[in-house]
T-cell receptor, first 112, second 116 residues
C-alpha cells in the first residue's frame, strides 16, 4: 500500500541549530511527496513537494527536503531553526488522482 | 493568492441539530476536498469534488452530506451527529484533480466542531 511514515513523534532542537524531520515512504511507481506544517488551531500550510528532478527541493520559510530513492526517504531540513518553526509537521504522499495520505505527524519544538 | 476560507471557525451543536460548514476558494480550482482531523492525528479524507461532481466518498456516514453548488463553494451539511464526530474539519482545493499527481492541495484554517 502507498504510505508514508514519520518515525519520530517529537523532535526537539535549540534555536539556531539545524533541524531534520524524518519521513520514509512506501510507494509503487513514482512517488509524489509533500510536506505540510500545521500551527495550533490552524489548517495545513504547504511547504514543498517532490515530483521529479533535483533530489533537493527548496520550499517556503527556508525549509528544504532531500529525496533519497535508495533509502526511500524524504526528510525535511532547515539549516537554522527558529522558535517560530515550532509546529506539527506532516509528510504526505499522493496515492491517486485525488487521494493524499498523511503520516502521523511530528511535533517540532524549537527552544530558545 | 492561495487562500481557502472556511466558516464558521468554531461550531457547537447538539446531536439533534442541523448545521452546515462552508468553504470558499477563488483560485479557479476545480477540485475541492473535505478532511476530518482528530486531535494530534493526521487529516483523513472524507469527500472529493472534481468539476462540481462528487468523485470520492470515503465511506462517510450519511449524517455528513456534502454539496458543491458551484466551482468556488463547498458545503458540508451536518445532521444527527454523534459526540465522536467532534473534530477539526478541513477544506482543501487543488487545480482540477484529474490525473495530476503533482497538484498541491491548499487547505483552509478549518472549522472546529464540538458535538454535545
Amino acid at each position: 500500500a502507498q504510505s508514508v511514515a514519520q518515525p519520530e513523534d517529537q523532535v526537539n532542537v535549540a534555536e539556531g541549530n539545524p533541524l531534520t524531520v524524518k519521513c520514509t515512504y512506501s510507494v509503487s511507481g513514482n512517488p509524489y511527496l509533500f510536506w505540510y506544517v500545521q500551527y495550533p488551531n490552524r489548517g495545513l500550510q504547504f511547504l514543498l513537494k517532490y515530483i521529479t528532478g533535483d533530489n533537493l527541493v527548496k520550499g517556503s520559510y527556508g525549509f528544504e527536503a532531500e529525496f533519497n530513492k535508495s533509502q526511500t526517504s524524504f526528510h525535511l531540513k532547515k539549516p537554522s531553526a527558529l522558535v517560530s518553526d515550532s509546529a506539527l509537521y506532516f509528510c504526505a504522499v499522493r496515492i491517486n488522482n485525488n487521494d493524499m495520505r498523511f503520516g502521523a505527524g511530528t511535533r517540532l519544538t524549537v527552544k530558545p | 493568492d492561495t487562500e481557502v476560507t472556511q466558516t464558521p471557525k468554531h461550531l457547537v451543536m447538539g446531536m439533534t441539530n442541523k448545521k452546515s460548514l462552508k468553504c470558499e476558494q477563488h483560485m479557479g480550482h476545480r477540485a475541492m476536498y473535505w478532511y476530518k482531523q482528530k486531535a494530534k492525528k493526521p487529516p483523513e479524507l472524507m469527500f472529493v469534488y472534481s468539476y462540481e461532481k462528487l468523485s470520492i466518498n470515503e465511506s462517510v456516514p450519511s449524517r455528513f452530506s456534502p454539496e458543491c453548488p458551484n466551482s468556488s463553494l463547498l458545503n458540508l451539511h451536518l445532521h444527527a451527529l454523534q459526540p465522536e464526530d467532534s473534530a477539526l474539519y478541513l477544506c482543501a482545493s487543488s487545480q482540477d484533480g484529474k490525473g495530476r499527481y503533482q497538484e498541491t492541495q491548499y487547505f483552509g484554517p478549518g472549522t472546529r466542531l464540538l458535538v454535545l
